[in-house]
């Protein structure tokens, strides 16, 4: 995750990212859209920049512990999910 928002060179796209990952989604990580089947137990939450789709793939543990495992674009992003589970 550390790399690919270091990838990051529009500077307002990223400061939402970094919202997101430590404002956000700490605050209120029920509000994402849980995920079933494959992905059960997921939690994604959506960014729109510019158009274009984003997702932030966590995961909650004992009601606390928020688990970052992806950031990316919609574009193959469940492949991409699923391949790291």
């Known amino acids: 995750m550390k790399r690919y928002i270091k990838k990051i060179k529009d500077k307002r796209f990223k400061q939402l990212i970094v919202e ?19 992905l059960a137990g997921i939690y994604t939450w959506n960014i729109t920049y510019q158009k274009s789709m984003y997702r932030i793939a966590y995961s909650i543990i004992n009601g606390k512990v928020i ?19």
């Open 67 to 85: 688990v970052i495992i992806l950031v990316g674009s919609h574009e193959s992003f469940y492949d991409q999910l699923k391949k790291l589970q």
């Open 20 to 38: 997101a990952i430590f404002q956000d989604i700490p605050s209120n990580p029920e509000h994402g859209t849980v995920k079933h089947g494959d």
